[in-house]
Every structure is written in structure tokens, then in C-alpha cells.
């Protein structure tokens, strides 16, 4: 039978795939396929919110405290105290002057020692695990460069349109902004 995978969960070194309905008995082989449609859509808003969290940085000097990406849609939370019309019209439009410049996205990888002496994270607390001896970084041309796992489009010109299309107060330091993209 076909199962889709729901979600996935760690016990340490081992990770297991959460299946919707019955999943195949212990041991019996299995063959995966990606959804791509959808991994395309997670892809274009996991780099969309890179530009967004290098603007936000490179405007504003704030960092990223949380974030959320979905096929439709990616939220991030900054450290931001205030979060103005003004400023949501122009990250918003910083972000899409980086994204149709059309720069490339690259992934390189560099040693411990490399990365402790750059600013390659955008989050509030570091969450490169301490015992990792290669970091990968993804860049993104000339603009922006994160210590990242994901899976990046190639090109900015593939993530389309940026729209903010909701702010939230989070809290004193605490901004949220929704965005969502289109072609």
C-alpha cells in the first residue's frame, strides 16, 4: 500500500517518519518519492525568508527569534521593539529589490574555526550545535551569507513576489511578520 509521510520525529541518532494510515510492517522494503510541488514551495519561502531575516538585519541590526515554513507561507520573529508601517513597506521592498536582482543562492562549507570568526547567524541564540566541525552556509550572493540546513532555490528570481501580509506584537522585543508569495 502508499502511505504519505505526515512528519518525523528524533530519538538521538535515529529518525523516525510519522506515516498518515498503516504504516509497512518492521523490515519490509520501501520506496520513497518526493513531493516535489510541494518540497518547490517549502524551498522558495525557506530562502525567501533568508532575504527577509538580511534585510531585517542589515536595516535594523535585529535578529531572528523564531520562524515557522510552510508551502504557503513563512512567518519569522524578530528582536525588533518597534515595527512601523514604514518600516514593514521597506523591508518589503528591500527584500524584493535582493530578490529580482536575480542573485545566485550557494552553499559552501567551512571549518569550525571559519565560522566562529564570521556573523553567519541570524538567530537570536545559536543554535549550530557545538560539536558540528563543518558548518554549511548557505549565501546568498553578494548580500547575505547564514549558517543553514535547508534546501535553498538557485536563483532569488525564483521565489517571486514577496508580500508582508500580517504583523503581530509578539512581545516588548518581539515582532512578527507573515509573508507569502506569489509568481
Not at 17 to 40: C, I, N, Q, S
Not at 70 to 89: G, K, N, Q, S
Not at 153 to 161: D, S
Amino acid at each position: 500500500g502508499e502511505v504519505a509521510v505526515a512528519g518525523y520525529r528524533r530519538e538521538g541518532d535515529r529518525l523516525w517518519h510519522e506515516v498518515e494510515g498503516t504504516p509497512p510492517p518492521a523490515g519490509a522494503p520501501v520506496r520513497a518519492a518526493l513531493d516535489w510541488p510541494h518540497r518547490y514551495a517549502v524551498m522558495r519561502h525557506h530562502s525567501a525568508v533568508h532575504v527577509l531575516s538580511g534585510v531585517v538585519y542589515h536595516l535594523f541590526g535585529a535578529t531572528v527569534t523564531g520562524g515557522q515554513i510552510y508551502p504557503d507561507r513563512a512567518r519569522m520573529d524578530f528582536a525588533l521593539e518597534d515595527l512601523t508601517r514604514e518600516r514593514v513597506t521597506a523591508i518589503e521592498q528591500e527584500a524584493n529589490r535582493v530578490i529580482q536582482e536575480g542573485r545566485d543562492i550557494l552553499v559552501r562549507f567551512i571549518s569550525r574555526e571559519e565560522f566562529e570568526g564570521h556573523d553567519l547567524v541570524r538567530t537570536a541564540k545559536n543554535l549550530v550545535p557545538a560539536h558540528l566541525t563543518t558548518i554549511r552556509v548557505v549565501e546568498i550572493a553578494g548580500f547575505d551569507a547564514q549558517a543553514d540546513g535547508g534546501t535553498h532555490v538557485r536563483n532569488t528570481r525564483e521565489i517571486g513576489t514577496l508580500r508582508v501580509v500580517q504583523t503581530e506584537n509578539k512581545g516588548k522585543m518581539n515582532r512578527r511578520l507573515e509573508i507569502a508569495l506569489s509568481a
